[in-house]
Each structure stands twice: as C-alpha cells, then as structure tokens.
C-alpha cells in the first residue's frame, strides 16, 4: 500500500512470473540494503485495480478485515489519484481517496503517496516502490525503502498458485522476510466498492 493506505490501506496500496521473467535479478539478504526497484514501470499498465494479497501489519489497515484493494488513475498531469478500499471490523466500507506522484522519472518505480491534504496543501508523503512487477503485470510487490511497509498485489482476488508463487520471489529478492506478511482475505465478491466519487 509505501502510505498507499495511510488511513486505510497502509500507505497501497497491489503485483507472472511463469508467463514472463521476473524485471530484475539478484538476491539481496533480508535486511541488506535498500531495496532495487523494477528497471520500468508503465503507469497506463499500471493503472486499475488491485487486489492486496498479502501485506506487513501497519498501523494504517489494523481496522481493515478483507477485501482490501488499491485502484490508480492515471490523470493527464502525470499524477495518479489513489483510491484505496477495504472491509472493516464492522463489515462498513472504509475508503481513503490519496495522490501520488513519481519521484524516480527514468523509472517511474519510485512514487510518493500523500492521503493528507490541507487546502490542497500535502505536507506528508510516503514513499511507494514498486520492487517486483509480474511481465503480464499480473502482481506487484510494493514497499518502502526501509522495508518497514510491503504488500503484495495482484489483479485478480484468486490468482493462480503460480502468479502467488512468483511475487512471494519477489519479496525474497526485495530482501524481506516473508514471515513479517499476513495474507489478506479476498473472495471473488469480496472487492469493495463505494458510493459515488467525493466531489
């Protein structure tokens, strides 16, 4: 989610390998230093929705209970309207609307999320990298450069063993210990979805 759902979705924010090569090799030991980002992201690809497979527990969605998802617009600007859903205790939808911008432009692996706005004013911003991203972009492993934050993303809420197979590859090579994530719940109807955009 990364502050891809700072206030819902961990800071979210979603990411084959058998039906292409992982975007970059190497294995890093858990802990090593920061993480590589994929060589290329394509944000139109990119863009959609996402469903959260897996994620490192944070303060952010320790009300979030299933269903949690990640939708990215790309605007004409070249910012991405980040729209983040999930289930909470209650079965009530929680839904928090954030911006991202890329940091990293030869790449565009590198994103900043920000969830608070003052005004139109955004004094904070996280840090959104995308590590591992499936050749179909049928998965992503998402996470911060301190590790601290990671999810694993996916296109659909039941992917096939092999696509779950290959991003929990890419949580290794990204240097994390997969024991640190928590599957998430997700079921074919379980995919959030909420009222009329906010004005």
């Given at each position: 989610m990364?502050?891809?759902?700072?206030?819902?979705?961990?800071?979210?924010?979603?990411?084959?390998?058998?039906?292409?090569?992982?975007?970059?090799a190497g294995t890093p030991l858990v802990g090593s230093a920061e993480p590589r980002t994929v060589d290329?992201?394509?944000l139109r690809r990119y863009s959609g929705t996402w469903f959260e497979l897996a994620r490192i527990?944070?303060?952010f969605q320790?009300?979030?209970?299933?269903?949690?998802?990640a939708e990215y617009v790309l605007r004409e600007d070249g910012k991405i309207d980040v729209i983040n859903r999930c289930w909470k205790t209650d079965r009530k939808l929680k839904v928090a609307r954030g911006l991202a911008k890329v940091k990293d432009t030869t790449t565009?692996?590198?994103?900043?999320?920000?969830?608070?706005s003052i005004l139109g004013f955004r004094p904070v911003w996280g840090d959104y990298w995308i590590l591992d991203l499936g050749a179909d972009y049928d998965f992503a492993v998402v996470g911060s450069p301190d590790r601290k934050y990671g999810w694993i993303l996916c296109r659909s809420?039941?992917?096939?063993?092999?696509?779950?197979?290959?991003?929990?590859?890419?949580v290794r090579r990204a240097g994390y210990d997969p024991g640190e994530f928590v599957a998430t719940p997700q079921g074919q109807n379980d995919a959030p979805r909420s009222p009329a955009p906010s004005p």
């Open positions: 990364p502050r891809i759902f700072a206030k819902t979705l961990g800071g979210v924010v979603a990411v084959v390998l058998f039906a292409g090569a992982p975007l970059f290329s992201v394509d527990p944070n303060r320790k009300d979030c209970v299933g269903g949690a998802t565009q692996a590198k994103l900043k999320v920000s969830f608070f809420p039941k992917p096939p063993t092999t696509i779950l197979d290959a991003a929990w590859d890419g």
